[in-house]
């Protein structure tokens, strides 16, 4: 049975956006034709009660709103920072974690109680002074459920386990002994599979792709999702299928299209009067040659640091995708996604169509969409699915790459 899944998401609690509905949220997944949505923050307290308030229990670990049809799992982002003897620095990477119930998410507050962390905002920190501690906290977690998963998120960006901030060779170094137990990774916005298929320590992992998203609004959830291969519709089959590597395919950013892509600085910064941006040649020491402040290594290049020719890549069926009211202002010259008219011929082609999802990955869009929408559009839609696009300047130092078609 095919799933499609977006399990890496915010709500209001996480920061820099206000707070989402899950009303809102279950309206968007409809549209977009995502089975599963995971819920974001629900270790932070508030947030804990206020799912557990609005959810009820649709089958075995996924949740649903009154008489409404979509699906959540209990996810969570987390910051796991610990010091490595080896390193300066701390050594400091973002994580997802997906819990079965609720009582596993109580079980893993105390523990963070336990361990003296603080719980005060969406996106916790769990601090160590040692890999060993580190790994005995994981231990820890993993104990509290069998089936609660934790994985990497956005590996490649800055924040990343493999992220430039941390330079790691290899995954042991952090999880040690709990190595094992990281099944599965989130390529994250600015890299894709091929980028990853031959690190060596990712060529056997499972490759999702979540939407990591701030907002409920339709170019944001998902504009990454894992469609899985599942025995049942409950929260065991999609850990199983996650573990088995029984992914059918994921919907990727182009990754110059993600924030992190590039090495550069922005224009905006001081002293700039222009942008900076590097694909090869990247100065030593990552020192901006306008500013002298270092940047951040971009995830291009990072890859191409830990990738080995020797690795024999597993097959990973992915394609390119831009949200379709992106790919519609875009078309028709619009700058806001929210315009009346790209709202409308976005509603006039989901009509048309299961979601948005089916429409990506129908084989007769032209043949359905031709007379009833601006042929402009239609030019569009199709040449995104060819993969018809690129990002020109790619994205770098937090700025999104800008859409051009070719």
């Not at 040690?176 to 994250?188: A, H, S, V």
């Not at 009211?325 to 078309?331: F, K, M, R």
């Not at 402009?376 to 839609?381: A, H, Q």
Request: glycine residues 6%.
């Amino acid at each position: 049975m095919k799933l499609a899944v977006d399990l890496h998401s915010h709500s209001g609690y996480a920061g820099g956006v206000g707070q989402i509905e899950l009303p809102a949220v279950s309206r968007t997944m409809k549209l977009k034709g995502i089975d599963v949505f995971g819920t974001g923050d629900c270790l932070f307290p508030p947030r804990t009660e206020e799912l557990k308030q609005e959810l009820s229990e649709l089958a075995d670990g996924l949740f649903s709103l009154p008489d409404d049809s979509s699906k959540f799992l209990l996810q969570t982002e987390v910051i796991l920072s610990t010091k490595l003897t080896h390193k300066k620095n701390k050594t400091i990477a973002h994580h997802i974690i997906l819990f079965p119930d609720f009582d596993s998410i109580y079980k893993m507050q105390k523990l963070m109680k336990k361990w003296g962390m603080k719980n005060t905002i969406g996106r916790p920190f769990i601090t160590s002074k040692s890999q060993k501690e580190l790994e005995d906290q994981l231990f820890n977690i993993q104990n509290v459920h069998p089936l609660i998963e934790i994985i990497p998120a956005h590996i490649m960006t800055p924040d990343g386990i493999y992220g430039s901030k941390n330079n790691l060779d290899k995954l042991v170094e952090f999880y040690g002994k709990f190595l094992p137990n990281i099944r599965c990774i989130e390529t994250g916005l600015s890299a894709d599979p091929p980028m990853l298929a031959t690190i060596p320590d990712l060529a056997k992992l499972t490759f999702i792709s979540n939407s990591d998203c701030h907002s409920a609004a339709l170019n944001r959830i998902g504009r990454e999702f894992t469609i899985l291969d599942v025995e049942k519709t409950d929260y065991p089959s999609i850990i199983n299928s996650l573990r088995g590597n029984q992914v059918i395919m994921t919907a990727e950013f182009n990754p110059a299209e993600g924030r992190y892509f590039l090495t550069g600085h922005r224009s905006d910064r001081k002293h700039h009067e222009h942008s900076v941006i590097f694909t090869y040649k990247i100065p030593m020491n990552l020192i901006c040659p306008v500013c002298g402040k270092k940047m951040n290594l971009g995830v291009q290049q990072r890859c191409r640091d830990l990738q080995k020719n020797t690795v024999e890549p597993l097959p990973r069926k992915f394609m390119h995708l831009i949200p379709l009211v992106e790919v519609i202002a875009a078309s028709l010259g619009i700058k806001s996604i929210a315009s009346q008219k790209v709202i409308q011929i976005y509603k006039s082609i989901t009509s048309l169509f299961p979601s948005e999802i089916a429409l990506w990955q129908s084989d007769k869009i032209e043949n359905k969409l031709c007379g009833k929408i601006p042929d402009k559009v239609v030019k569009k839609i199709t040449a995104v699915q060819n993969d018809e696009f690129a990002f020109d300047p790619p994205g770098y130092d937090g700025v999104y790459g800008k859409l051009v078609f070719r």
